[in-house]
Structures are given as C-alpha cells and as structure tokens.
C-alpha cells in the first residue's frame, strides 16, 4: 500500500501499512523482544499525566517512545545507553503561539531555543504565504518539516490588513487544500472578530474549513467584552492569547475558550495574569503559556518557553502545574496528545533533562528521538531552507527602479488631517488637526510601486528625520520622518539591501537592518540580531521615541484591527467606523510621481 504525499510536510502521510510497522517496532521493543535505538537510564520521570515524579527508564525506538519503566531487557549491543541519574526528565515544552518570522528565520529560532528545552513550536504561517503564496510555504514547510524541532501551523484565512486583491490571495480551494495538512493544525489568529461577531458569511465559510477538519479556530479578541466573548465562542473561537488582566483571563475561560497567557517583547503581562488562578484555581488545567511573537532582543536577555516557567512558580504556581502548561496543556488542546506533551509509550521522543524542577533551562535536550542540545550548547544541525528561492515570487520583490522622491511625502491637503497619535508602543488614537510641530510625515508605499498611503504620525520620535521599512504587517514599505529628502533617500536604499529598516540623517544613512529573505529576516544569529535590535532603540530613543519595542510600532501602523487609526493600502484607515479617512494615491511607474 502506497502512501499518499502530503501537501506541505513533503513526507508522506502516515498511511495504514507504514503506522502498523512503527507500531510493530515499538511493541517489540516494549516486550523486550527487540533492542531500543536509545536507552535513558536511572532518570526521574515527571510524569505530567498523573503529577507524579518517580524512578524510570525511557527506551526511544526512532523518532518515538517505546517504554518507561524498570526493565532494561530492550538495551541490546548496540543501543546507546543515555545516564540520566539525578536528573528529572521532563517532556519537551511546546510554544503554542509563535510567530517564528521576527528579523529570525524559523531555523535560527530553532537553533537558540533548542537548548533551551522548546521543541514544538505552532507557528503563524501569514509571512511567508503572502510574500511566498501558497507554493511557498509548502516548500517552506517541507524543508522545516526536517528541523529536529516540530513545526505546526496555523493559516491565515486573512490579512492583518484589508487590500482590494485579499480574496484572490486566500482563495477557499487554496486555503482547504493547506488545512488538510496533518502538519496544520489550527486557523487564525481571527483578528477581525467585530465582523465575526456580526455573524460575517465569507469569514464564517472560512472558518468552516477547518471547524469540519476538527481543526482549532485561533481567535485575537482583543478588547472584546465579556459578553461579546460569548457570541465569538458560539462562532467558534477556541482559544485567544490577548487577555491583559486576570478578569479577562476568566471572562475566557467562563465562555470555554482556552486561554494563553502571554509573556512577550511587546506585553509582558504574565505575573498579572496569574491572579486568575485566585479565583478559579482549576483554570490551570487550561492554561497554556506563550511568548507571541517576542523580539531577539527580548529572547536573548530572557530565554524562550523556560523563561515562562520560571516566571510561573515564582509566582506560586506549583511546579507541575507549570511544566503541564508548556506540555500538556497545549498538546491536549490541539488535540495531539497522543503524539507530544508527555513522556509515554508512542509518544514522540522530545525529553530535557533537568537538574531540579526549580530549574527549567535543561541541562540536555533530546528531540525526536536525538540528542540535539547538551550543556546549552546545540549539537544537531539545523540547514535552512531555501529562502531566496521561496521568496522569488513578485510580492517580495521590488518594482524594478523603484525611486521616490521629496515631494512624494509632503503634506497632505486641507486644513484639518487625519493624524496617528501614538499612545503606546502599538495602539494609536485619531486627532483630526493640522500638523503640528512634532508631527512626523507618514507614508504606506507599494513594493510594487503602485500606489502610496500618506498621512501624519504624532509620538513617535520628533526628531527622526527619515526611516523606511519593510517590516510591517501588509509587508509593503513603511516610511516615517520630518525630512522628506531623507525619507525619499531611506526608502531608495531599501532595494539595495533587499528590505530591512534604514534611518536616514542629514543626508548620511545612520543606521541599516538588512533582511534580505522577503525584506522580513536574516539568517544571521539570534543574538547577532538582538544586538542590531538594541542598537535601533538606542538611535530611536535618543531622537524622543518613548515606547519599549519600536519593532512592532512599526510592525503595527499598518495593522486594521487595533485601535484606532492606521495607514493601509486602501488610505488612512479608522478602525472603529470601518472607513477611509483619506484615500491612497497611485504613484507613476517606478516610484516618481506625475
């Protein structure tokens, strides 16, 4: 019997013929009747399952657990005897909600926070399917599909910001052929809950895709209230990482939408969220632990899924109750634990070695059935997959020639203008005004360039004089400035570099990010990252940007689900009453205006 190809993964599907062997090979390991590959001896299993920690043995047959126990019959000559005596053998932690694709490719991820005990990551697919399309992320997922850290996905029905050619790009026949994937296992995030709410019929048919593949809808609902949370569950939501207060944790839990505390770059909210265990202690039984999609910067200083843990039993929460959040928990929720999140029988073989539950940095890391990681040092190799090949396709590129000019960002017309005004790091309010001093010009162009989106920006850095990026959630060219000769030059230099960030001053470009691999990563290292991310701070902060995280400032502006106000490939767009504030204009041929 011949399995059927997968669509994304490359591998085959596990088909009937191919599960009864692995199945024979583990069972015969179990009874002793053959050898085990590996063999952990004298460990102490934390057994997430029954909350026990006691003596055992763990013999791994490929990629999969075939025995935990006391015997030793399965050790033959040639199986590799792994001592485990005086160390806790944990399941391997899995993040539940990442996005892999900050200035990092998901390889580089992969090789900072295999040593530290992650090895799952569900990961948001939306980068690389709207730079890549659908063909690229398949052949994205296939050479990931070979990292000894598990990737499962979660696809986007839609943007993160709204565009006339959205419904050519995430066609219904394209987007069920992806969620057939085994490797898929969710849709979302659904940042558009108003609509959702409304009971949308495009939204709803998209989600339908995955409600009749028993797949998980990933909801965003921030800032819904408790009652509106109640008609999102009954649309299908179930789960959401936003909550930012303990009550909104339990608002969530009470409409039987899984929660998923957050501890990110962006919202370091976790210590707050625990408060939620107060009043309703069994909500650990649900809850997941996540780092978002957290700068390098942040992961660099702090850790990865580690660093959750250790932040939760400082806060009280028992040790094992911790460990379940970042294993079982989240297998359990996306319906796979059968296959990850604990240490048993025909389970994946994903174990850290702890020295103490105390500590959650692992002392050694084996992930699919291999020693990848021992002494936080990375000992398997992690290839990465063929980005330049994967972004060849016309939206990662630029228009060829694209060149702007000074008078491409000038003032728009009339008297009162629509201005962002920053309050946060990513939350904007409308002031319609003049510009006033401090006010930054602010565009949207087309990589393309096709057409351009200007408006004001208020509280960012009054004293910026021209930044362009490409890092930003419809993955066109953000420009922000006082100056529009530097901006006009900032955003010149960006096809240069293939995409990245460049800060222009007086004429000399101060400071550049290259991210050559879809204008959104590198492949350098995490840490080599992190330094350049704090390095854009430092410029940042001394020209009067107030915030902590001007990555996802950036990121955001163009993001039409956060309050209030934000530029978009349609004009300046307000949120709340779903309407363009002042439309987009298109730009001639190359860039330059008629």
Not at 237 to 244: G, K, L, V
Request: hydrophobic share 45%.
């Amino acid at each position: 019997m011949r399995a059927k190809a997968s669509h994304l993964s490359g591998h085959p599907t596990l088909a009937v013929g191919s599960w009864v062997g692995e199945r024979r090979a583990l069972t015969a390991v179990a009874r002793g009747a053959a050898p085990a590959d590996r063999y952990i001896q004298d460990g102490t299993l934390l057994n997430v399952y029954t909350g026990e920690c006691y003596p055992a043995n763990v013999a791994i047959k490929g990629e999969r657990i075939a025995y935990v126990g006391g015997r030793a019959d399965m050790v033959g000559a040639r199986t590799e005897v792994i001592p485990a005596r005086g160390r806790i053998l944990c399941p391997g932690y899995i993040e539940p909600h990442s996005h892999p694709w900050n200035l990092v490719t998901p390889a580089v991820l992969a090789r900072h926070v295999l040593p530290l005990g992650t090895t799952t990551i569900f990961a948001d697919n939306l980068p690389v399917y709207e730079l890549a399309g659908p063909r690229g992320f398949e052949a994205a997922t296939r050479a990931l599909t070979r990292l000894p850290l598990r990737f499962y996905w979660m696809v986007r029905v839609h943007a993160q910001s709204r565009s006339t050619g959205e419904a050519r790009r995430f066609p219904a026949g394209t987007l069920a052929r992806l969620i057939d994937n085994p490797r898929v296992a969710a849709v979302g995030e659904i940042t558009r809950w108003p609509e959702l709410l409304e009971g949308d019929r495009r939204l709803l048919d998209r989600l339908a895709l995955a409600a009749v593949r028993r797949k998980r809808i990933e909801g965003h609902t921030a800032g819904a209230s408790a009652e509106k949370l109640q008609g999102l569950a009954a649309a299908g939501i179930a789960s959401c990482h936003e909550p930012i207060t303990a009550q909104e944790v339990l608002d969530r839990a009470r409409a039987g939408i899984a929660v998923m505390l957050r501890q990110s770059s962006l919202r370091p909210d976790l210590k707050a969220l625990f408060g939620a265990l107060k009043e309703a202690p069994g909500l650990a039984a649900r809850l997941m632990l996540t780092t978002d999609g957290s700068s390098p910067a942040f992961v660099a200083e702090h850790g990865f899924v580690d660093h959750l843990v250790r932040l939760a039993m400082a806060e009280g929460v028992p040790s094992v109750e911790a460990y379940r959040m970042v294993t079982l928990n989240p297998a359990t929720y996306y319906g796979l634990d059968h296959e990850i999140g604990g240490i048993a029988p025909g389970r994946f073989a994903d174990i850290v070695f702890l020295r103490d539950l105390s500590e959650p940095t692992p002392e050694r890391v084996i992930a699919r059935g291999r020693l990848v990681a021992e002494g936080g040092r990375l000992v398997a190799k992690i290839p990465e997959p063929p980005w330049r090949r994967i972004f060849s396709g016309p939206a990662a590129r630029f228009a060829p020639g694209l060149r702007l000019a000074p008078e491409d960002f000038g003032l728009l017309s009339g008297r009162r203008k629509p201005v962002l005004r920053l309050v946060s790091a990513v939350i904007t309010r409308l002031e319609e005004r003049p510009a006033a001093e401090g006010d930054l010009l602010a565009a949207l162009v087309d990589r393309r360039g096709r057409w351009i989106c200007r408006g004001i920006v208020a509280g960012f850095a009054r004293d910026l004089h021209g930044l362009a990026t490409t890092l930003s959630t419809d993955f066109q060219i953000l420009v922000l400035g006082r100056d529009p000769r530097a901006m006009a030059q900032a955003v010149n230099r960006l096809p240069a570099v293939k995409g990245g960030l460049v800060v222009v001053e007086r004429g000399r470009v101060i400071y550049e990010l290259a991210l050559p691999l879809g204008g959104i990563m590198a492949a350098a290292s995490l840490p080599d990252l992190a330094a350049r991310e704090r390095e854009l701070l430092d410029l940042l902060k001394a020209r009067g940007y107030a915030y902590h995280d001007p990555l996802f400032t950036c990121l955001f502006l163009t993001a039409d689900f956060l309050p209030e106000v934000r530029l978009t490939a349609r004009g300046v767009w307000d949120v709340k009453h779903r309407r363009v504030l002042s439309p987009s204009r298109p730009l001639a041929r190359g860039g330059r205006r008629g």
